[in-house]
């Protein structure tokens, strides 16, 4: 794992776009498209902004999966992943991209869903994903103890009190209550098959995270630690998140 340390998030998103957008270039002119995950929290809101505006990118030819959804929430509820994906990477580039597959939530058949994004994931392997890590140092929705085993693409889990308190403290709803108790999320092993990995982690608040995921030991009960068993993962920090790192 490679690891990049930054005096603000301004300056790390831009980073992680910069070395993201290289990756996608490279497989556009290798194979004529690119297929990525991009998450969607609010530690990446720089990253996207600064992707949007990466040069050289023809994104008439990238095909854009994401990572996790909350089960049973609208769709246009301030919260969902694929509204902010839409409103805040989508719509803004400067073409529209070549396939969008959102994970739709609120579906009736959630087991059809998954399936058909495990087929989609087939036909287009990822070149990078755009991840970061939670309070909980989980990976998408997978909370500790993560499940590093499954071949399943996706599950269906039930989120853990500190995920769902993150949540809350980001503003994303009113009351814990208010936030789901259940999500759909890409598993580890499949976050694990992209060729590039580009993990943005800014905040004081992901600093315990960090320590434990790049530092500590391998395990399921801190599911980022697992990254750093990926052949080409970058990591990127701001000075807050890097402040608890023994090794800087």
Not at 62 to 84: G, M, Q, T, W
Not at 158 to 163: I, K, P, V, W
Not at 169 to 177: I, M, R, V
Not at 203 to 221: C, F, H, S, W, Y
Request: glycine residues 4%.
């Amino acid at each position: 794992m490679i690891t990049n340390i930054f005096d603000d998030k301004v300056s790390l998103g831009r980073a992680a776009a910069a070395c993201g957008a290289e990756y996608i270039r490279k497989a556009i002119a290798a194979r004529g498209a690119a297929n990525i995950i991009v998450a969607t929290a609010a530690s990446q809101f720089e990253l996207q902004e600064a992707l949007i505006a990466e040069p050289g990118i023809d994104w008439s030819k990238v095909r854009i999966f994401h990572l996790d959804e909350y089960i049973a929430l609208p769709e246009d509820h301030p919260a969902s992943f694929r509204k902010n994906l839409r409103e805040r990477l989508i719509a803004k580039l400067p073409a529209p991209p070549a396939a969008f597959f959102p994970i739709d939530g609120n579906a009736e058949d959630l087991d059809q869903v998954v399936a058909k994004l495990g087929e989609e994931l087939e036909k287009y392997p990822i070149d990078v994903a755009f991840i970061g890590i939670g309070e909980n140092g989980h990976i998408a929705f997978n909370d500790p103890p993560a499940d590093f085993d499954t071949e399943l693409p996706f599950l269906k889990i039930r989120l853990d009190e500190a995920c769902r308190r993150q949540q809350l403290g980001e503003g994303w709803f009113p009351t814990l209550e208010d936030v789901p108790k259940t999500a759909l999320t890409m598993s580890v092993k499949q976050i694990m098959k992209s060729a590039a990995i580009i993990n943005t982690v800014p905040d004081l608040r992901k600093a315990d995270a960090v320590q434990k995921a790049l530092e500590g030991p391998i395990t399921n009960m801190c599911p980022a630690s697992i990254l750093r068993e990926h052949p080409d993962c970058h990591t990127f920090l701001d000075r807050n998140s890097a402040s608890k790192l023994k090794n800087q």
